[in-house]
T-cell receptor, first 116, second 114 residues
Framework: NAGVMQNPRHLVRRRGQEARLRCSPM?????VYWYRQLPEEGLKFMVY????????ESGMPKERFSAEFPKEGPSILRIQQVVRGDSAAYFC??????????????FGPGTRLTVT | DQQVKQNSPSLSVQEGRISILNCDYT??????FLWYKKYPAEGPTFLIS?????DKNEDGRFTVFLNKSAKHLSLHIVPSQPGDSAVYFC?????????????FGKGTLLTVNP
């Protein structure tokens, strides 16, 4: 049973370009969470999605960031017009059901985004 | 505003000895606490957790202690093994409908020397 998959593992973008980060949850999991880890910081919650629905995007910057989890295919975190401050590691986690309690989130290996 | 603080960026211990990793929090609404372990180039993996109604939880070599009045928790690893060398993150969540939202500390790099 494969774990949470994220690709690409490393992504380099120039300022102003778009970044698309993909997350395939564990088999059977329909709940996806995105976290961001800035340099020298802990992981910070960004967004929680279920299939075709955004449940909580309270941690996501209001502009340039969007997320989706379509009926078919991976969850996508999209960052438009990237800036240097977007350079970070982006982690995706998935769970079988809404996490009660929190330990049931399984994390992927992350995508390291570098903006030049 | 850091709600979960791990004030020691690194810790080095000898194999066989006890490792103690500390964590402080400021948010009184946190009612569930977790420790995650992270190796380089991998995602965090769950290690052990504790509910706010308890003050201790033990799982093999790992024990987590919670002191609610001091808003402090600690992870004890005994005996420490070289394979325990990793970054350890303390995390917390509030109760109720947003318990999926984890708040992490910055992590402590543990090195266990053979």
């Amino acid at each position: 049973n494969a774990g949470v998959m994220q690709n690409p593992r490393h992504l380099v973008r120039r300022r102003g370009q778009e970044a698309r980060l993909r997350c395939s949850p564990m088999k059977g999991h329909s709940h996806v969470y995105w976290y961001r880890q800035l340099p020298e910081e802990g992981l910070k919650f960004m967004v929680y999605l279920q299939k075709e629905n955004i449940i909580d995007e309270s941690g996501m910057p209001k502009e340039r960031f969007s997320a989706e989890f379509p009926k078919e295919g991976p969850s996508i975190l999209r960052i438009q017009q990237v800036v240097r401050g977007d350079s970070a590691a982006y982690f995706c986690a998935s769970s079988l059901k809404k996490t009660v309690p929190s330990y049931e989130q399984y994390f992927g290996p992350g995508t390291r985004l570098t903006v030049t | 505003d850091q709600q979960v603080k791990q004030n020691s960026p690194s810790l080095s211990v000898q194999e066989g000895r006890i490792s103690i990793l500390n964590c402080d929090y400021t948010n009184s609404m946190f009612d569930y606490f977790l420790w995650y372990k992270k190796y380089p180039a991998e995602g965090p993996t769950f290690l052990i957790s504790i509910s706010s109604i308890k003050d201790k939880n033990e799982d093999g070599r790992f024990t987590v202690f919670l002191n609610k009045s001091a808003k402090h928790l600690s992870l004890h690893i005994v005996p420490s093994q070289p394979g325990d060398s990793a970054v350890y993150f303390c995390a917390a969540s509030e109760g109720g409908g947003s318990n999926y939202k984890l708040t992490f500390g910055k992590g402590t790099l543990l090195t266990v020397n053979p």
